[in-house]
């Protein structure tokens, strides 16, 4: 799972939260967030008007001003995917490399500071880690694991329990994976027997994860519909397990991309089983809207106590979250996202 998409979800949890438990924001601190904000511009009309300056200097200034602020999270986020967003724009694409330079240095003069309160420290070195990668993916040079390693050690020796640190190991996991494959099962291990609970937690879904690209995963439930899902009685079809909430919009965004897939290939093998992270009260919700949006697959609703048992096998803390198993039950990948999704379809089922 890309670890990025866990702070979105976190603070879209927050900004859920009952207006009573909710801190007083201060004023002030929300005009200097728009000015972060209007620095990036407006999608709307092709960021026309993006100024880097303002986006990086109006962060730093927050992150000075209101280091405990709620929004720190999300400025640190922003300036993260900032360099995607710009990518994505045909008419900045050419900016991003540029703002990642940019992002490069302001983030190590901030670090020059030795006075920034632990999340913010631990926060400007998952943004230094994270946008290090995107320079070297961009350069197409291979990534200086030492380096990245040094980083995260360092966050770990002074900040051990920071959630920052288990972006960074995931963020790590991923490029060893791509870079130095024969080294992801002791890492996992290593991390499965931290003292640190999310980071044990990590390892633990990891190494789930891992097993079922070697062994066919295994799944068995009835669904809202009454349906008896069997996994094992699937082999022989690629199977698409989409984690998913009626309360999650990037969820649901991704629904026309799997509504696709099944028309084009659901005749020649290719089956949805959904499974529904919605909250146990909302179970009449979810049957609702699976049928207003034509959601014809099977879905697990879990209504028992605590969180979702495929969740936690998993280590699944930021939806959508994909599984996409081939014709044998085994992982292919679990990045499906957008036309992701149809192209490995095209490689399993094209022939």
């Not at 670090?111 to 230094?128: E, F, H, R």
Request: glycine share 6%; proline share 5%.
């Amino acid at each position: 799972m890309k670890i990025l998409r866990l702070l979105p979800v976190f603070l879209a949890a927050m900004a859920a939260a009952p207006a009573q438990d909710a801190p007083a924001v201060d004023p002030a601190a929300t005009a200097l967030w728009a000015e972060h904000a209007r620095g990036m511009g407006n999608r709307g009309d092709g960021r026309a008007n993006v100024d880097f300056e303002l986006v990086s200097g109006k962060a730093i200034e927050f992150f000075e001003k209101y280091p405990d602020e709620r929004r720190v999270g999300g400025i640190l986020f922003n300036l993260s995917s900032f360099g995607d967003w710009l990518a994505q724009e045909e008419r900045t694409a050419a900016q991003s490399p540029v703002w990642r330079q940019h992002l490069r240095t302001v983030v190590a003069a901030a670090l020059q500071n030795k006075t920034w309160p632990d999340n913010v420290w631990a926060g400007l070195n998952w943004l230094a880690l994270r946008n290090e990668i995107a320079i070297q993916q961009t350069t197409g040079a291979a990534p200086d694991l030492t380096a990245l390693r040094a980083r995260i050690d360092a966050v770990a020796a002074r900040t051990p329990d920071a959630p920052y640190r288990v972006f960074m190991e995931q963020n790590y996991l991923e490029q060893l994976r791509l870079h130095q494959a024969d080294a992801v099962m002791d890492f996992l291990h290593a991390i499965a027997a931290s003292d640190v609970p999310d980071l044990a937690k990590l390892g633990a879904g990891e190494l789930a994860i891992e097993d079922i690209r070697r062994n066919p995963m295994e799944l068995k439930f009835t669904a809202v519909d009454g349906t008896e899902v069997d996994l094992a009685q699937l082999r022989g079809q690629v199977v698409l397990i989409d984690c998913w909430a009626t309360w999650c919009l990037p969820c649901i965004k991704e629904l026309p991309n799997i509504k696709a897939a099944v028309a084009k290939w659901g005749s020649k093998g290719f089956t949805v089983v959904g499974i529904s992270f919605d909250r146990p009260a909302d179970r009449e919700k979810l049957v609702k809207f699976i049928a207003e949006h034509d959601l014809d697959w099977p879905h697990w609703f879990h209504d028992g106590g605590g969180r979702n048992p495929f969740g936690l096998k998993y280590n699944i803390r930021s939806i959508p979250a994909t599984f996409l198993l081939d014709r044998d039950g085994r992982l292919v990948t679990t990045d499906t996202h957008g036309a992701k999704l149809d192209a490995a379809l095209e490689k399993l089922l094209g022939n």
